[in-house]
C-alpha cells in the first residue's frame, strides 16, 4: 500500500496570505489528523478527521481549519499567517476500528515557512 | 485526563551503550501505547507498541513494556548504534481518548562513534 502523501513537500508564504495544505490517507483508512510540529512547542495536535467530520481538536485559533473529503483525503487551511505559524505540519492516518487503538501512520509532512 | 511525559533530552551516548528514554502517563481506561521515531527531515515512524498491561512492544533491537502499575513505558535498547540518532515520541491512544493521540514532547538521541 502507498503511504500517507503530503503536498506540498515545501512552501514559503508571506504574512497575512493563507495556505492550503493537502493530506492522502493510506488507502482504506478513514481518520486523518494533522500536527503543528515546532522546536519549541514540539508536537501540537491540530484537528481529526473521521468520515468527514471533525471529531477532536486541539486548542488552536480559528484561523486554522480543515476539511476531509468523501475518499478520506483531508486539507488544512492557515489564514492570515504569522510568523509564528512556520512549522512543519504532518498528518497521520489510522483505520480506526471500532474500540481499537490502530497506529497512526505519518507522512512526510509540509515544512511551511512564513516570511 | 490524558498525558504523556518523557524525560527531557537530548541525550548523548557513545555507540554500543545502553539506552533508557523514560516515559510515564496519565489515561482515563485503558490505552495502547506507542513509540515512534523520527529522523532528520522526515515524519514519524511506528517504532513498537503494546495494547495492554504487561505486554512487551519490540522493533530494531528497542523494547518497552506497558506497565500498568507504574504507568510507564519506557524505552530500552541494550547497544545503541549511530544510526539510531534520532528524536523519540512515547504516545498513547485508546477508546477511552476517543482514539486521539496524545505525544509526549519528544527525546533526541545522538549517539557518537
Known amino acids: 500500500k502507498a503511504g500517507v502523501t503530503q503536498t506540498p513537500r515545501y512552501l514559503i508564504k508571506t504574512r497575512g496570505q493563507q495556505v492550503t495544505l493537502s493530506c492522502s490517507p493510506i488507502?482504506?483508512?478513514?481518520?486523518v489528523s494533522w500536527y503543528q510540529q515546532t522546536p519549541g512547542q514540539g508536537l501540537q495536535f491540530l484537528f481529526e478527521?473521521?468520515?468527514?467530520?471533525?471529531?477532536n481538536k486541539g486548542n488552536f485559533p480559528g484561523r486554522f481549519s480543515g476539511r476531509q473529503f468523501s475518499n478520506s483525503r483531508s486539507e488544512m487551511n492557515v489564514s492570515t499567517l504569522e510568523l509564528g505559524d512556520s512549522a512543519l505540519y504532518l498528518c497521520?492516518?489510522?483505520?480506526?476500528?471500532?474500540?481499537?487503538?490502530?497506529?497512526?501512520?505519518f507522512g512526510p509532512g509540509t515544512r511551511l515557512t512564513v516570511t | 485526563g490524558n498525558s504523556v511525559t518523557q524525560m527531557e533530552g537530548p541525550v548523548t551516548l557513545s555507540e554500543e551503550a545502553f539506552l533508557t528514554i523514560n516515559c510515564t502517563y496519565t489515561?482515563?481506561?485503558?490505552?495502547?501505547l506507542f513509540w515512534y521515531v523520527q529522523y532528520p527531515g522526515e515524519g514519524l515512524q511506528l517504532l513498537l507498541k503494546?495494547?495492554?498491561?504487561?505486554d512487551k512492544g519490540s522493533n530494531k533491537g528497542f523494547e518497552a513494556t506497558y506497565r500498568k502499575e507504574t504507568t510507564s513505558f519506557h524505552l530500552e535498547k541494550g547497544s545503541v548504534q549511530v544510526s539510531d540518532s534520532a528524536v523519540y515520541f512515547c504516545?498513547?491512544?485508546?477508546?477511552?481518548?476517543?482514539?486521539?493521540?496524545?505525544f509526549g514532547t519528544g527525546t533526541s538521541l545522538t549517539v557518537i562513534p
Open positions: 488507502s482504506g483508512h478513514r481518520s
Open positions: 503494546a495494547t495492554k498491561a504487561d
Open positions: 478527521y473521521f468520515s468527514e467530520t471533525q471529531r
Open positions: 489515561a482515563t481506561g485503558y490505552p495502547s
Open positions: 497521520a492516518s489510522n483505520f480506526d476500528g471500532t474500540g481499537t487503538a490502530y497506529e497512526q501512520y
Open positions: 504516545a498513547l491512544s485508546g477508546w477511552s481518548t476517543g482514539n486521539q493521540f496524545y
